[in-house]
């Protein structure tokens, strides 16, 4: 969500949403596992203008200190939010059960003190983290893009052209290891619970099927 508050051609916080609110449209963004995805709806004549906004979060971001400041407020009150959540101490648990040397087995919330507390006393800049992981990992090659509109397809592909030809392409691979081996099948974990339930989950890992799928993440 950081991408919403501002980019150098755009600087101002939200201009995008604001945009969409004054000819009829929304948008919103959904982080899952492993893809971020981003969509948006508006009035037809004004489509150009919108992607044009929403190109500009893959291309100058602004990431400035005081948003990057609300932002952390609002994942801490998400993280206090969710923290005390059976869901939660199960998602974590199989998080610990994977590989350690995967990203999958990571704390994924994210809180005050492992994005601020933490990294300023490592010396660590938490805007200059993000300016180079959208800098990596915002990349073309692993990006998918679908737009709909009254233009032809001609029309469209060239007003997408013009648009969203800087993104970069860094020829990101896409991860090749599965998070959990051998050794981590064949185990039952029993968990006390918080709320008087009897729960079983049964979990079957499986390989990323998208290769086998005629469609992409969008």
Known sequence: ????????????????????????????????????????????????????????????????????????????????QKVTTYATRLDQLERSSASSDHPFSKFDIGNRETLDTIPKQKGINVRNKLIEFHEKYYSANIMSLSVL???????????????????????IPIWPEHPFKDEHFRTMWYIVPIVDIRYLKILFPLPDMRQYNGFSVI
């Open 1 to 80: 969500h950081m991408l919403f508050l501002g980019t150098k051609k755009y600087p101002q916080q939200n201009d995008l949403k604001k945009f969409l609110s004054q000819n009829g449209g929304t948008t919103h963004a959904l982080t899952y596992l492993d893809h971020t995805t981003y969509y948006f709806d508006v009035s037809t004549e004004k489509l150009e203008g919108a992607l044009d906004r929403f190109a500009q979060f893959f291309l100058v971001p602004l990431f400035t200190e005081n948003l990057t400041e609300l932002e952390l407020n609002a994942i801490n009150l998400e993280y206090k």
């Open 149 to 171: 509109g009254k233009e032809s397809l001609d029309e469209l592909e060239n007003m997408v052209v013009d648009l969203f030809c800087e993104v970069r392409n860094n020829e």
